[in-house]
Nanobody
Framework: VQLQAYGGGLVQPGGSLRLSCAAS????????IGWFRQAPGKEREGVSC????????HYADSVKGRFTISRDNAKNTLYLQMNNLKPEDTAVYYC?????????????????WGQGTQVTVSS
């Protein structure tokens, strides 16, 4: 099971980025999957997660209305569209997968993790 996150970078406040997470070695259809982030000196937190069964989603309050999670099971890929980015969104973003159906976004529940991609929001 491998997850590879990419698409991070440096963006100005108010800008947008789209993160992608490519899965290999397993089929996304059977897994809940989500995005998490960790800023320097802070604990890893759930940003947005999506279930496998009904497509239900969870968003952290801090990103509601700005971020959109989606999955393309045919491409075995997860996405995170991030709009109106703020400096406080600066962090390493990780994708992770959990076998089963849930939109819960607690990091400790997730079994498989990608390597992370840096997102920096700064002018």
């Amino acid at each position: 099971v491998q997850l590879q996150a990419y698409g991070g970078g440096l963006v100005q406040p108010g800008g947008s980025l789209r993160l992608s997470c490519a899965a290999s070695g397993f089929t996304l259809d059977d897994y809940a999957i989500g995005w998490f982030r960790q800023a320097p000196g802070k604990e890893r937190e759930g940003v947005s997660c999506i279930s496998t069964s009904d497509g239900s989603t969870h968003y952290a309050d801090s990103v509601k209305g700005r971020f959109t999670i989606s999955r393309d099971n045919a491409k075995n890929t997860l996405y995170l569209q991030m709009n109106n980015l703020k400096p406080e969104d600066t962090a390493v973003y990780y994708c992770a997968a959990l076998y089963g159906s849930t939109s819960s976004c607690y990091p400790e529940l997730y079994d498989y993790w990608g390597q992370g991609t840096q997102v920096t929001v700064s002018s």
